[in-house]
């Protein structure tokens, strides 16, 4: 059992940034992905980013690409989301979420597993 926990969400104007961050309790990250999603009001969820267990290998989304950035520090036991240019259309709940497997993959928007409540991230004027 793991529990994670997302921080580090608000509101912020456009071309501001922010670092979102997944602590992890009850069992180490070390050995598991961690994957990005958002869900914005009335819209289907969308993977964001996805970090390999070393941290060697990331994916992203194409709406994020160079302007995202994941991260994580496994002696923190925590992942996270650097977030630069954030834009009105970047809008949304942001939560990680894990299924427990070392690699990403071509798959890894479709990750479902442990997952926390999210934290919310607003852009806007």
């Known amino acids: 059992q793991v529990q994670l926990v997302e921080s580090g969400g608000g509101l912020v104007q456009p071309g501001g940034s922010l670092r979102l961050s997944c602590a992890a309790s009850g069992r180490t990250l070390d050995y598991y992905v961690i994957a990005w999603f958002r869900q914005a009001p009335g819209k289907e969820r969308e993977g964001v980013s996805c970090i390999s267990s070393s941290g060697e290998s990331t994916y992203y989304a194409d709406s994020v690409k160079g302007r995202f950035t994941v991260s994580r520090d496994n002696a923190k036991n925590t992942v996270y989301l650097q977030m630069n240019s954030l834009k009105p259309e970047d809008t949304a709940v942001y939560y990680c979420?894990?299924?427990?497997?070392?690699?990403?993959?071509?798959?890894?928007?479709?990750?479902?597993?442990?997952r926390g409540q999210g934290t919310q991230v607003s852009v806007s004027s």
């Open positions: 979420a894990t299924d427990f497997s070392p690699f990403c993959g071509s798959s890894w928007s479709a990750i479902r597993g442990s």
